[in-house]
């Protein structure tokens, strides 16, 4: 866990490997740009879950034809 808090218009990096909890107050905005996979442990440290690219089309066809919603074909140029 990280000993500060990000504020209005901060700008943070993570490297690879880092374990943090998000946190977001009300009303919080962002933008995530991600490289590579993200990883999530329980408290015991185990792997739970792996998103990666594949992950998140999945997870967006999934939503699309759950909720007879067209699939927006420019995201896949």
């Known amino acids: 866990e990280y000993d500060w808090v990000a504020g209005p218009g901060s700008f943070v990096h993570e490297s690879p490997g880092v374990i943090h909890t998000l946190s977001a107050g009300p009303g919080m905005k962002t933008f995530f ?10 408290d ?3 792997l739970t879950q792996i998103q990666d690219v594949f992950w998140a089309i999945n997870c967006y066809l ?4 759950r909720h007879g919603l067209p699939i927006n074909e420019a995201l896949f140029m």
């Open 62 to 65: 999934s939503h699309c034809s």
């Open 33 to 42: 740009a991600i490289n590579g996979t993200l990883e999530y442990f329980d």
């Open 44 to 46: 015991q440290d185990q």
